[in-house]
């Protein structure tokens, strides 16, 4: 994915840009704005004093989504001004799927945010080391700087042993700037025996059947998001 730049905020790294133009249309008149291919939202957050309303490609927005998720910052672009925010939330129509609304986050830039970030193994378990490596915490909650907020938290397998069998939060090294708020007791990664990790794996299995396909967008890689499914009326 080629990833544009606005004209403002030079200084900062590079983000995923999601062009909008400032939205007029409110209420139940907005579901004529999705039949023409655009989805409502708005931003809010401590920078700005009311909430802008916007619209946007729906198209732009999928793309800029599975690229960033809700733990990096997107440049919107809303008449020639640039705003870093968070896709906060995302709200989602429970038959169809379609995005409905999505609300952005513009925080301070100069004070820490709390965020979901998912963790990526990293490295391999020597060959001699017997068992299966099962992620039981994917995600892992830090504090950094909105521009400091790391896309994912690599864990090295390669630290596993017969005799380090699990890794916790707190032992996993983190980037500069970056704290951890998830318990360090938690096990992140843990080295089972085949049979133990069958099971788990059969009541995983159990469970995705229960719940059928509700976290679909989070399997497109755009983890964590809290999603909402909203009924038109």
């Not at 910052?73 to 906060?88: Q, S």
């Not at 951890?180 to 085949?194: I, K, S, Y």
Request: proline letters at 9%; a negative charge.
């Amino acid at each position: 994915m080629e990833i544009e730049r606005g004209t403002e905020q030079a200084t900062m790294a590079e983000y995923p840009v999601l062009p909008c133009e400032q939205r007029e249309i409110m209420g139940k008149k907005v579901k004529q704005l999705r039949r023409s291919g655009k989805t409502p939202g708005v931003i809010s957050g401590p920078v700005v004093p009311t909430p802008v309303p916007v619209s946007f490609n729906e198209r732009d927005f999928e793309r800029v989504y599975h690229w960033a998720g809700t733990a990096r910052l997107v440049e919107l672009v809303v008449d020639g001004k640039t705003y870093p925010v968070f896709i906060r939330e995302v709200a989602v129509h429970p038959v169809s799927r379609q995005i409905l609304n999505v609300e952005f986050y513009a925080p301070d830039l100069a004070r820490p945010v709390v965020v979901t970030v998912p963790v990526v193994a990293v490295g391999e378990v020597a060959p001699d080391v017997a068992g299966v490596v099962t992620i039981q915490t994917p995600e892992l909650e830090i504090r950094a700087l909105p521009t400091a907020v790391p896309e994912h938290i690599e864990v090295d397998l390669s630290v596993l042993s017969s005799e380090r069998t699990a890794i916790h939060a707190g032992e996993i090294p983190l980037p500069p700037g970056v704290e951890l708020e998830t318990d360090p007791e938690v096990v992140v990664v843990v080295l089972e025996e085949a049979e133990e990790a069958e099971i788990a794996e059969e009541a995983a299995h159990v469970l995705a059947e229960e719940i059928g396909d509700r976290p679909r967008l989070a399997e497109q890689g755009a983890t964590p998001v809290r999603e909402r499914e909203l009924r038109e009326s």
